[in-house]
């Protein structure tokens, strides 16, 4: 089932949570509604959902428009941020529930019921937990139990809302790759909500990055990593360092003083530090902090106009360069990222060695 | 932080030795507190209580029954029943009608709403049963239009069933709408999202989900239906066999210095207290226990992740 | 944009829930306070005035309010003593009188009215000795006031103990660590935390007591211009038929509850803003802000 959002409108009262905001996701795609808060996300979801009802704009399921249709007859699976399970149900009578309720000349009978929760439950790896409540399970627990819920009618849309962002992280990471695995299966047109960039690399088939109610860029996690096509998705995407520069024919050189205004964006895992200046662009600073986190050494220095600077080394590196606090180096990017006229708008990006 | 304080050991026993935390009084003030209290509460609670049993035995068992079967006792336990018989189950409608629209939704209006819900808590009873006087009594609104088509509304049953249901109305609605608007709609939007249709949400989710407020409603609506006196008396009539609760028949009693049998039948609706506040005291354990099986959950996920 | 009458929902049924709702209140409420309302206007001013300013009416309201303004202060100061032994100590038997406290709000006022009345006569279990010592409880204006004072009891208990419970500890610690004896730390600390819900407990114990019948014409004594409650006066002209005047005072009692509802409502909304504002400064205040680059 594809689904197709178009010039999708909509405010609460004086704030305009969605501008025009048209999406199409094919059919049988992993797609990721990636963004901060209050960008839009979690209320374009529920708009295709049918939770809520746009002030304009269309949706359409396979080509049919189901705009105006309600929530319980788009056919659609929702797994809720908090899980939202039937308290006073145990867990078969959770993921028991939509079969349930389906009009009589629909619905299964018991024993086929009965079969369907089971198959579920093997799925979702809680066959011994059938009996038990959803306040005898742990997060993790939970929020399976909701995907089972939603998978029983067995929607053709699936759609989730931030569903690992109350986990650990350590269930987070599996519960992500689970998911993954589900959708390589299954291939039911999902779309899911988070803020977690990683997630959504990491997840989706491809992500569209909304900022402040409108999409800023749809595309593959390389397409969206590697060629982002404004200032706020390569922000978004993966930490940042930002300075101001100079573009002088094909040499760009990172001058704080520019007036030109020229944004330029460098990862810091794509800076090195050298003792000696080079040919290419490179600045000066003094090492202030060395942190060694895991396979990565973090460092942050004061570039020579008084900015902090983030420098990622692999281990190896910081090894060979035996750096030290307080010491004055030379930072040397190896690519960078220049938007032009970088105040928000942009018309296009150069990436410089 | 290096060093020590050194102490001053010529002032340690001038400190006092205190073997108790410190947010807690002395023993003598708490048990002085606790005195006060439990006097307190025995002169003003217990007593009464007491003393309605007392002297609904005194005369004896036999004289206790005998009380209790007389026929114009019986016509008055058989009227209370009705009164509430009615009122309960139509307030617990409109209980969970209002405690929906009020709790679940935003709308212009909804403190005015509110306040007038609780209009019967701030209002006299005797107030209360005035207002249907003036409406259908002799020489109220609709009297003349009431006398024309042989129809008795004060002065009779009706009334008394009328009057009852107002002073009734708020409980179910009082104690449905904080649980209502706590719990919040997730649960309604999931199920709405798997299918079901309104009245299944309604029935499958959000009523069991709110049962023991409901409960806890119900019960205080019963027990104040079946204890009304102020607004009942003033529409009954006091016709004796006739329109005369269990509430009134204990003031004819008691008035006409017939205390064994007014106690008498005052006992049966201080039972029905005891029961009201028995079943209170099991929600409300109920509810706790929920809480602390909650948090003991939660805290052993906490303490395996 | 026009204004939003509701918030748009996709739960169902908000038209058929708010518009019994709104049929049921109309049929039981509306239309006969109107019908009360209407009578009352068919007395003049100078009638309507000559009931409602008559000396016994007078003699009426000042037992009334005078008599359930003591038994609410009663309730301040004792209810609030119960909140706190039941909240912060234990003993044996605190379930069962924790549970008790609600006596008064299941017992029908008949009841309590008669066991009221055989406490307090002459030859009761308490009248007896008050008897003895000179004082005469029942059928008098100190029966009325220990009337109203059972009546109002569960209000402020029960408004103060929630409040009482969800104190934080931490607020009496520091006081204690500052140097604060216990009693200070009650009066400058604690009691200021509990004052809105006492006040709020205090006010509907007041307006419950203004309007009692059942639980006091029984312990008053009844005799016009001295131990005659309002709500009496009312009762006697309608057995009069007399309802023109029982409107009238009726309605000055009406005025008068709602006069009286508009502050305990304020006060509730003030007090739980408090609450609400109190909450979250102690949810915010959380460790995990240091910015980054600062030394842990």
Known sequence: MSIEARNITKQFGQFAALHSVSLEIPSGELVALLGPSGSGKTTLLRIIAGLEFADSGTVRFDGEDITTVQARDRKVGFVFQHYALFRHMTVFDNIAFGLRVQPRKWRRSKEQIHDKVHELLKLIQLKNLAGRYPSQLSGGQRQRVALARALAVEPSVLLLDEPFGSLDAKVRLELRRWLRQLHDEVHITSVFVTHDQEEALEVADRIAVMNEGKIEQVGSPDEVYHHPASPFVYNFLGNVNLFHGRLDEERLSIDEKAASGNLVYVRPHLLDIHRQATNGSHFRATIKHIHSAGPLVKIEALAEWGAPVHVELSQERFRDLQLAKNEAVFIIPREMKVFRNGKGTFDGENTIH | ?305 | MGITLKKPSILPGFGLALGYTILYLSLLVLIPLAAAFLKASSLSWHQFWHVVASPRALASYRLTFGASLLGALVNLVFGTLVAWVLVRYSFPGKRLFDSVVDLPFALPTAVAGIALTTIYSPNGWLGGPLAAIGIKAAYSRLGVAIALTFIGLPFVVRSVQPVLGDMEKDLEEAAASLGASRRQTFMRVILPTILPAALTGFAMAFARAVGEYGSVVFIAGNMPMRTEITPLLIMTKLDQFDYAGATAIAVTMLVVSFVLLLPINLLHRWSARREARANALTVNSSPNTLAEGEPA
């Open chain 2, 1 to 305: 932080m290096g060093g020590t304080i050194a102490l001053n050991p010529g002032n340690i026993s001038a400190t006092r030795k205190v073997t108790r935390r410190a947010t807690t009084e002395s023993l003598a003030v708490r048990w002085t507190l606790i005195g006060a209290t439990v006097m307190f509460l025995g002169i003003f609670l217990f007593l009464p209580l007491a003393v309605v049993f007392a002297q609904a035995f005194e005369k004896g068992l036999a004289t206790y029954w005998a009380s209790l079967r007389e026929p114009d006792a019986l016509a008055a336990i058989r009227l209370t029943l009705l009164a509430a018989g009615i009122a309960v189950p139509l307030n617990l409608v409109f209980g969970i009608a209002a405690a929906w629209a009020i709790g679940k939704f935003e709308f212009v209006g909804k403190s005015l709403l509110i306040t007038l819900i609780d209009l019967p808590f701030s209002v006299s009873p005797v107030v209360s049963g005035l207002i249907y006087v003036l409406l259908f009594g002799l020489q109220g609104l609709m009297g003349p239009w009431l006398a024309r088509h042989n129809l008795q509304i004060i002065f009779a049953v009706p009334g008394i069933v009328l009057a009852t249901i107002f002073v009734t109305f708020p409980f179910v609605a009082h104690e449905l709408i904080p649980v209502l608007q706590a719990q919040g709609q997730e649960e309604e939007e999931a199920a709405l999202v798997l299918g079901a249709s309104g009245w299944q949400t309604f029935f499958r989710v959000s009523l069991p989900n709110c049962k023991w407020g409901l409960l806890y409603g119900v019960i205080l609506c019963n027990a104040r239906a079946m204890g009304e006196f102020g607004a009942v008396s003033v529409v009954s009539g006091h016709i004796r066999g006739l329109t005369n609760t269990m509430p009134l028949h204990v003031e004819i009693l008691y008035n006409q210095y017939d205390f064994a049998a007014a106690f008498a039948v005052a006992s049966l609706l201080a039972l029905l207290a005891l029961v009201t506040l028995l079943v209170k005291t099991a929600v409300e354990w109920r509810a706790r226990r929920q809480a602390a099986q909650l948090a003991l959950w939660s805290a052993q996920e906490e303490a395996k992740a």
